[in-house]
């Protein structure tokens, strides 16, 4: 537990990315959604009118950064805990501190950095400090907070999703190390390695400072400069990763091929282009949410199992991380170049999307409607609802859609894979329907 304020003999020691970090509003860059201006955080700031919230996002996105810039524009005592080294133990401490604060009229933050690794009992502790006023709350996660985060403690916060940084975003942090260290007036880099070194970084801020100044250390000084190129970078890098993502055009193209290799069942040159992207040092994560959406645009219900192994895919992805999921990806990918395909729901969604764009005004029928009150009963809501159940079949003849689409049909089965079997159950459906018409 300490307070966010170091003097300047510490700062020397500390790393570029430590000793970039900023202390205001207008040094931070990206979240405009959530500290651009008039957003809700920004004006908790300026109003000195914190309240409890929990910031979730991938590493170097400036979520701790955005915690210690509301302690330094605020009027609070601030206090960090991490989940990591502390437990109830320092929590009690830390809560009679904030008492004390309290009752000399004092507000007090605690930042927990790895929220989501506190256990049911030290998440607990916080809850009743937090719920009369003790303490002001601010956790940090890389997890979903619905899932790692005390349902209780979660109700009582606010949850504010921290994106990637864009690659713009990244070489304005880059520029600004470089014009604010003195020691950095020697190094000349252009703009073309600058966006490597962004790049290469996947949206982590911390990690393109890191870069940069491993780069910086070990260029040699010549004529008094330290000059680095795209030539030297790949030399120190030790790979052509330079070679990718220029101006996102060769990222862009290599996630294209993969996608059609897959879906022209090609394994082979599926497995390629993944490899391309992967060895260049592309997110892992990001080619797995690519193959999530593959799963459901371009296999579907032809094999309802690919969702299943592309979803599980990206957990292994997550827990493993590079190198370790690279296979986890190759057999993915190859499970989907080998799946039965069919377009059917994304074109079906794409049908039912543009009506229901067209058709906002259009009433759910009253038989759809639940009948809460006396009042609902009198307008007609639920009358001649039929239940499914009470049928022997548990289908009934009954319209769904509204009446003015009351005879679109927007999922249209193929026979490939178990589309077939989804087919023959929608005509006997039909055939079922058509009965109870009769009746």
Partial sequence: MNTIFDDQEQFEYKPLAEKMRPTTLEDFFGQENIVGPNSQVRKMIELDNITSMIFWGPPGVGKTTLAKIIAKQTSSNFYELSAVTSGVKEIKELIEIAKYNKANNKKTIVFVDEIHRFNKIEQDAFLPHVENGNIILIGATTENPSFEVNSALLSRSKVYVLNSLSKENITKILKRALKENEEYKNVEIDEESLNIIANISNGDARVSLNTLENIINITPIKKNKRTITTKSLEETLQSKIFLYDKNGEEHYNLISALHKSMRNSDPDAALYYLARMLEAGEN???????????????IGLANPNALVQATSTYNACHYNGMPECNVNL????????????????????TN???????????????????AVTNLDKELGNGKNYKY?????????????LPDKLKDKKYYHPT???????FKEILKKIETIKGR???N
Avoid: W
């Fill in 284 to 298: 892992p994560l990001y080619i797995a949410r690519r193959l999530i959406r593959f799963s459901s645009e371009d």
């Fill in 330 to 349: 190759a057999q993915l990918v190859v499970y989907l170049s080998l799946s039965p395909k069919s377009n059917s729901l994304y074109v079906a969604y």
């Fill in 352 to 370: 039912v999307a543009k009506d229901a764009r067209n058709t906002m005004e259009e009433k759910v029928p009253l038989h759809l409607r639940n």
């Fill in 388 to 400: 499914a159940h009470d049928f022997e079949s548990k289908i009934t003849n009954m319209q769904c």
């Fill in 415 to 421: 026979v490939s894979g178990r589309e077939k079997e």
């Fill in 436 to 438: 109870n018409d009769k």
